[in-house]
Nanobody
Framework: VQLQASGGGLVQPGGSLRLSCTFS????????MGWFRRAPGKEREFVGA????????YYEDSVKGRFTISRDNVKNTVYLQMDSLKSEDTAVYYC???????????????????WGQGTLVTVSS
């Protein structure tokens, strides 16, 4: 499995950004997908995740209502729409994949087997 994250950049507080993660190498809809981030000086943390079908999503409390995860199982891509961005959202964002059964969706770093290279999001005026 190969994951390629993109879409990071510099955005002002209150702005929006959409990250994409392209999946290849296996059958995409057999995998739950997650987004994580590592802020400067901090450990990597869970942001959100989505089930194989896209029917279930999970979010870390600080991003609920601001971030939205979606996936396109035809394009083999998962998205992270980030709105109302804050300076504390500044981090390197990683996508991750886990082959799962039924509706299981991991929400911890150790629950994922494959990782993308990360894309930097900087929220600053």
């Amino acid at each position: 499995v190969q994951l390629q994250a993109s879409g990071g950049g510099l955005v002002q507080p209150g702005g929006s950004l959409r990250l994409s993660c392209t999946f290849s190498g296996r059958t995409f809809n057999n995998y739950s997908m997650g987004w994580f981030r590592r802020a400067p000086g901090k450990e990597r943390e869970f942001v959100g995740a989505i089930s194989r079908s896209g029917g279930s999503t999970y979010y870390e409390d600080s991003v609920k209502g601001r971030f939205t995860i979606s996936r396109d199982n035809v394009k083999n891509t998962v998205y992270l729409q980030m709105d109302s961005l804050k300076s504390e959202d500044t981090a390197v964002y990683y996508c991750a994949a886990k082959r799962t059964i039924l509706t299981h969706v991991p929400t911890i770093e150790g629950g994922y087997d494959y990782w993308g290279q990360g894309t930097l999001v900087t929220v600053s005026s």
